[in-house]
């Protein structure tokens, strides 16, 4: 079974964090608020990602056992959508664009310029927690690529150059 557990991040295994009482009480809130809803287990994991930050197996579990769901139930939906995330991020998210005329204009050389600025490959986050880096197809703003978001702030034209200046920005 944990093998189930190990495809979404690279292979690494999800952290198991003890839940406390406080955390546990919210998500049972969180649980009867949405009870009989349409969509319900996927409000569920918003939220709880929206508490937590993300949705450690530990999280998964106890929604799996209040809902009364299967737990590959529960795994294949945040697994399923690249919004939820099992592993915690940064304090800012990196979105490289990788759509057509991004790449075409050098958005490889971001990401690459960034793994080794950061010492993370897309989908980890920096030892001090202070960046995540993803890789995404299109921020739709394809006149002014190759683009990188951080956060929300759209950095255009951005070359390997720039990359050092604009972390630097960021506290």
């Excluded at 050389?109 to 202070?130: A, V, Y």
């Amino acid at each position: 079974m944990t093998q189930l557990f190990t495809s979404k991040n690279g292979g690494k295994k999800l952290e198991e964090k003890e839940l406390d009482l406080s955390t546990r009480e919210q998500l049972k809130k969180i649980i009867t608020r949405n009870e009989g809803k349409a969509g319900a287990l996927t409000r569920v994991l918003q939220q709880a990602q929206g508490l937590i930050g993300y949705l450690p197996l530990t999280v998964q579990k106890f929604i799996s056992e209040q809902m009364k769901l299967p737990l590959n139930e529960v795994y294949g939906l945040a697994s399923f959508y690249s919004y939820f995330t099992m592993v915690p991020k940064g304090k800012h998210t990196i979105r490289v664009c990788l759509g057509t005329a991004c790449y075409i204009r050098g958005g490889q050389r971001i990401i690459d310029n960034l793994e080794n600025e950061l010492e993370i490959k897309p989908g980890d986050t920096t030892k001090d927690g202070k960046f995540s880096l993803d890789v995404v197809r299109c921020l739709g703003c394809c006149g002014l690529a190759p683009i990188i978001a951080v956060d929300e702030n759209i950095h255009r034209r951005v070359s390997p150059v720039k990359i050092k200046e604009i972390l630097d920005s960021y506290d």
